[in-house]
């Protein structure tokens, strides 16, 4: 099964060392940076985990300070990535401003991201793209995602189930579910539609990723709450 045929019938596939290092250097730049306001000379270090963990304050102002970067829109500009979206959803495929990076300290379970379709919370066309992007190995403990292939097929389903500010499907999980071990440089794309989660981060490491979501003319009206629509 090539790339596009996997996409197109699990919702959902990796293009492996997509990204150099090279690639990750501006934004890993940006991290030490916000970090050695702190005294943490590596975001990657257990002295961080440490340090975030006693500050949880400095976590979630650094979330935000690092949120929506255009150094993320570049990342996804790589041709490596450019050159598969289009081929998925058209050569006028454009990428939303709107970009978290997220910054999961091991064992926190409060901004945890239940079993959802981003659809459900992007609010854009149908089958637009999220592009999932780990800034380290992420293994099963360190919080890989786990994804539910061809629930896609289902379409647009009701997030009937609410725990604290989240949202879940129920009555859907009858397909299996595979857990995503990927690499730095690895990227996961997957349709809006597909039935996802995070897992725990049990490691004793930070999980740094970058979430960015994509949409084009073909599939239909865009999102009016990501953010201005930039072309690739």
Known sequence: MNIHEEYFENGAVVLKKALSESNFREIDGILEKHWKKFSIDDPYSEDCVSFAKNNTHVVTSIYSEVANLKECIQIARVDSIKSVIQSFIGAEAKIYS???????????????????????????????????????????????????????????????????????????????????????????????????????????????????????????????????????
């Open 98 to 232: 709107k970009i978290p990076l997220r910054i999961d300290v091991p064992l926190e379970s409060k901004e945890l991201a239940v079993w959802h379709q981003d659809d459900f919370y992007v609010k854009g066309a149908p089958n637009e793209i999220t592009a999932w992007i780990p800034l380290q190995d992420t293994p099963m403990h360190m919080g890989a995602l786990s994804v539910m292939k061809k629930s896609q097929h289902y379409g647009q389903l009701k997030h009937d189930t609410v725990w604290e500010k989240k949202s879940m499907p129920t009555g859907v999980y009858d397909l299996p579910v595979n857990i995503i071990e990927m690499q730095r440089g690895d990227v996961l794309l997957f349709k809006s539609f597909l039935l996802h989660t995070s897992n725990i981060n049990f490691s004793n490491l930070i999980r740094y990723s970058i979430q960015v979501r994509l949409t084009s003319k073909q599939l239909g009206a865009p999102s009016t709450i990501m953010g201005e629509l930039n072309d690739f």
